[in-house]
């Protein structure tokens, strides 16, 4: 038998310990050992719930019985988080977390600090939910040397940006919807800022090229900006505005960043809609892998942390070798990186097209009946920093959004 604890109560790990129970024969069949929860540690009291005899308010109560092999952390956020899992992982303890922002932050040192203790550090759930992307990257393309990764890595604003473009649903009323979910994050601005798929591009990223990715590197833009009048334009053009997350490596430099994108349904990442989320890797020898499916919520989170707790209990005694070193990644300035960049400009008139002529040479022009107040066009591929300077000499853009076609 190995006796599990689960740090938090909420909708993870209320789903983790559902998992246990809907399916927990086969588990244990798969694992080899009954997995039994001993503690479900939260500061709440759960009356009437069968929880209940299991509910303990003290982290030591866990922490110092020697019979807890594996802990279970899906509290989120760093504190007190990080302190629990290493303490757990220096009492010989293996932790599974789905906490992204704990990973992205502490990844590294939890990885040495376990291989340390001959103990193992999980971290499936941390990035597209349900969809097994970590394991692959650690086990299945070791082959391979990683030169991108792009996704779409969070639920939330894909769930909002699908709502908005296929039922034209208002931004905040579908932001309720997914909050009602369980999708979105504590503070939803960590989904809709763009905060949450840069923690997860981050992970990605480290363990892609094997050093410490620093999330607040990362060039990131969420949605906020997003409008009706953009999908508008969106559709006119038979693209979807996505948020994508992405790393890639050019010769020697590696570009990340977060922003909305728009892309074509040639795109592997077209058709990946509502709470799904999609990983596209290139390796340099596997060629283009997808990886797809449920990016958030209570049961497709639960599922992958409760597969890392069968790995865990698969593997007492025995470190899983992840390589992802402290030694810090210098991401290249994002200035240098070249897109083309669809822009909106509040003014129609042939002066301001003679301008945008002038300054952007040739472009396309995306014409949208309702919007005749309004010049809109895709500039050809530029960089960042050359696309900035000339668009500083304009004063009446409303919005820019980067293209991926
Ligand atoms: N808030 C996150 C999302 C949850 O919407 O993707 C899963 O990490």
């Known amino acids: 038998m190995v006796n599990i604890a689960v740090l938090g109560y909420g909708t993870v790990g209320s789903g983790v310990v559902e998992v246990l129970n809907v399916n927990g024969d086969s ?6 050992h009954e997995i039994q929860v001993k503690y479900v540690l939260d500061l709440r009291d759960f009356p009437g719930d069968p929880i209940q005899d299991k509910i303990v308010h003290n982290y030591e109560t866990i922490v110092n019985d020697p019979e807890v092999g594996i802990i279970v952390e899906v509290m989120g ?8 899992v290493k303490e757990a992982i220096l009492k010989g303890k293996s932790v599974c977390t789905s906490n992204k922002e704990l990973v992205a932050k502490h990844g590294a040192e939890l990885l040495k600090l376990s291989k340390q203790m001959n103990v193992n550090f999980l971290f499936e759930a941390s990035v597209g939910g349900g969809i097994p992307i970590i ?4 086990q299945s393309l070791t082959a391979d040397e990683i030169e991108e990764i792009t996704g779409i890595l969070n639920g939330t604003t894909n769930y909002i940006l699908t709502k908005m473009s296929n039922e034209g649903s208002d931004f905040n009323s579908v932001l309720k919807e997914a909050q009602a979910m369980g999708y979105a994050e504590r503070n939803p601005q960590a989904d809709i800022e763009g905060y949450d798929a840069c923690r997860k591009i981050a992970i990605l990223s480290s363990l892609a090229f094997g050093m410490q990715v620093d999330f607040e590197d990362i060039y990131t833009e969420g949605i906020t900006k997003i409008t009706e009048a953009d999908i508008k334009y969106a559709k006119a053009m038979g693209a979807s505005i996505k948020l994508l997350g992405s790393s890639k490596k050019e010769q020697d430099h590696v570009y990340a960043m977060v922003a909305p994108m728009l892309i074509k349904p040639s795109h592997p990442l077209f058709s990946v809609n509502d709470v799904f989320n999609g990983i596209f890797v290139r390796g340099n020898v596997i060629g283009d892998v997808m990886f797809y499916g449920s990016g958030a919520g209570k049961l497709p ?22 390589l992802w070193s402290s030694k810090k990644l210098e991401l290249s300035d994002i200035k240098r990186a070249t897109h083309r960049f669809f822009v909106r400009v509040a003014a129609n008139d042939e002066k301001t097209k003679e301008q945008i002529a002038m300054e952007f040479g040739q472009v396309d022009v995306i014409a949208v009946p309702d919007m005749k107040e309004e010049y809109a066009f895709i500039t050809m591929p530029m960089s960042e920093e050359t696309y900035q300077q000339k668009a500083e000499k304009f004063k009446n853009i409303v919005s820019m959004i980067r293209v991926n076609f």
């Open 27 to 32: 588990i244990n069949k798969r694992c080899g």
């Open 77 to 84: 956020g760093v504190e007190p988080a990080y302190t629990f």
């Open 135 to 138: 394991r692959p990257l650690n």
């Open 301 to 322: 989170t639960a599922s992958a942390v409760v597969a890392d707790v069968v790995d865990a209990a698969k593997h007492i005694g025995t470190n899983i070798m992840t």
